[in-house]
């Protein structure tokens, strides 16, 4: 039988930590610090607003996507525009 690990305080911040404003995923962070991802999810749960600002890195994350989603719709509406000028001028 596996001998039960223990964590310190710190540790768990800071692991806590790659999640909030690193960006890491719990899976990823999990994975690199060689815990059971389910214990980084109750550690989490448990030290989240104490581990700094909390959600930095998915802000960013969401931040970086919203840039990109308004950058497409961009594209979109412009190539939308430019047919509806071709259409326009097709049935006159």
Request: with cysteine; charged share 30%; proline share 3%.
């Amino acid at each position: 039988m596996a001998k039960r690990r223990k964590f310190t305080r710190e540790f768990k911040l800071s692991a806590v930590q790659l999640v909030n404003q690193k960006g890491y995923t719990p899976a990823e962070a999990a994975k690199s610090l060689g815990v059971d991802p389910s214990c980084l999810y109750a550690w989490i749960e448990k030290f989240g607003s104490q581990a700094g600002p909390s959600g930095e890195g998915a802000l960013q994350a969401e931040n970086r996507q919203l840039k990109k989603d308004n950058a497409r719709l961009l594209l979109e509406r412009d190539i939308l525009k430019k047919a509806a000028v071709y259409f326009a001028r097709e049935q006159t």
